[in-house]
């Protein structure tokens, strides 16, 4: 079916509520298109910081990685003086049994000197002295059976020392690592919460984008159409233009008609010496003008 040509009126009236609609799907539009941006933004900071939350994880699990080495190379050191602290004390107690004494040969090495000492600051009677003496020969006596074992006590008291050092750099290593992984965790967390929100901003940028585009479809549409009515006006005008041309043109055309017509009946007055009137001038004249336009 053909389209219906519309009138003059009916083309004022389409192309007016057609600019109408256009202003608002170009308001329409825009926002559209400034919410796409506006989420594109936020999508790129949020990667940003999925970047950061990455980089403080790959840190996080580095050092993770370190402390957990070292943690677990004093505690192994821990248990290789356990085992060494053990092999001694058992090498103490076989010693210490052999001589069957009980305690430690370095409280027999006091007690000698401190006895030697008295004997060189205090006066004692000849009996006493030689009592000291005698005491002093039998704990040499007993200190030579197991003064070997003096050396066991040091090197268990410096292993002691280094056990102790060691479980305290291993439990800080350890606190080191407790603490990055509980970081470890909350920036996992916050990594997989960012991809979660990139993917929601993602999907919502893709519904504006999909919106601004209907919305631009339809300005484009609704555009051609009014540049179409426009067309349409513009050939009204033209039309009427060439009608009022045309119309103007029949009117001259017949007002010279009559001119010539009412001038040949002065020119017939004339001819019969007849008295010329001022319209008869006037007619006449207007003739001769009529004349020279054309």
């Known amino acids: 079916m053909a389209e219906k040509t519309l009138n003059k009126e009916e083309l004022k009236s389409s192309i007016r509520e057609l600019r109408e609609k256009l202003n608002d799907l170009n308001q329409k539009k825009e926002e559209w298109f400034k919410k796409k941006e506006e989420l594109k933004a936020q999508i790129g900071q949020t990667i940003s910081k999925i970047k950061e939350a990455k980089g403080q994880n790959d840190t996080l699990n580095k050092d993770i990685s370190g402390f957990k080495k070292n943690r677990d190379e004093f505690n192994t050191k821990v248990k290789e003086l356990i085992a060494r602290i053990k092999e001694l004390n058992k090498q103490k107690e076989d010693m210490l049994a052999k001589a069957k004494f009980q305690g430690n040969p370095a409280e027999l090495k006091l007690r000698m000197d401190r006895l030697e000492e008295s004997l060189e600051t205090q006066a004692y009677s000849f009996d006493k002295e030689k009592k000291i003496m005698k005491e002093i020969n039998g704990l040499k006596k007993q200190y030579d059976s197991v003064k070997g074992v003096d050396g066991i006590f040091k090197e268990i ?138």
């Not at 606190?175 to 992984?181: E, P, S």
């Not at 009022?244 to 010279?256: F, L, N």
Request: aromatic share 6%; charged share 45%.
């Open 157 to 294: 008291n410096d292993v002691s020392r280094q056990i102790t050092d060691a479980k305290k750099k291993g439990d800080e290593f350890h606190k080191k690592l407790r603490d990055n992984t509980s970081s470890n965790r909350e920036s996992y967390e916050q990594f997989m919460k960012l991809s979660k929100d990139i993917a929601k901003l993602k999907k919502t940028q893709e519904e504006a984008f999909n919106t601004f585009i209907k919305f631009k479809q339809e300005y484009a549409d609704v555009s051609r159409e009014l540049k179409e009515k426009l067309e349409a006006m513009s050939g009204v005008h033209e039309t009427e233009g060439n009608e009022r041309k045309e119309h103007r043109r029949d009117k001259k055309a017949e007002m010279s008609r009559q001119l010539k017509k009412k001038a040949q009946e002065v020119e017939e007055k004339f001819k019969k010496s007849r008295v010329l009137t001022t319209e008869d001038l006037i007619t006449l004249q207007g003739e001769i003008e009529d004349t020279e336009e054309f």
